[in-house]
Nanobody
Framework: QVQLVESGGGVVQAGGSLRLSCAAS????????MGWFRQAPGKERDFVAG????????YYADSAKGRFTISRDNARTTVYLQMNSLQPEDTAVYYC???????????????WGQGTQVTVSS
């Protein structure tokens, strides 16, 4: 019943920007944490940014701090990831996740979207 649907991925040149969206449905009050993760082939799925529906507290990985911004809409149905100053090393499949709290590891989240591909060319 829980669904997370990512959109907004694509191909962008280095230095460019993309905004990812995660449309969430079927979540309960127990699910207060939302996160963005990314994974390249053969690599571990790494935390990028997280936010709480209630209160809006945010947390960023060092690689994202200063370049990426996570946010949520007023209706609490969509989470965004604004990515600026993109570099080739940002190339990965980006996943939206939902869990009980804000965690920096994949095991802290219960639900996942299908992912959206982000490719940054040099």
């Amino acid at each position: 019943q829980v669904q997370l649907v990512e959109s907004g991925g694509g191909v962008v040149q280095a230095g460019g920007s993309l905004r990812l969206s995660c449309a969430a449905s079927g979540l309960t009050l127990r699910t207060n944490g939302m996160g963005w993760f990314r994974q390249a082939p053969g690599k571990e799925r790494d935390f990028v940014a997280g936010i709480r529906w209630s209160g809006g507290s945010t947390y960023y990985a060092d690689s994202a701090k200063g370049r990426f911004t996570i946010s949520r809409d007023n209706a609490r149905t969509t989470v965004y990831l604004q990515m600026n100053s993109l570099q080739p090393e940002d190339t990965a499949v980006y996943y939206c996740a939902a869990g009980r709290g804000l965690y920096t590891t994949a095991t802290g989240y219960d639900y996942w979207g299908q992912g959206t591909q982000v490719t940054v060319s040099s």
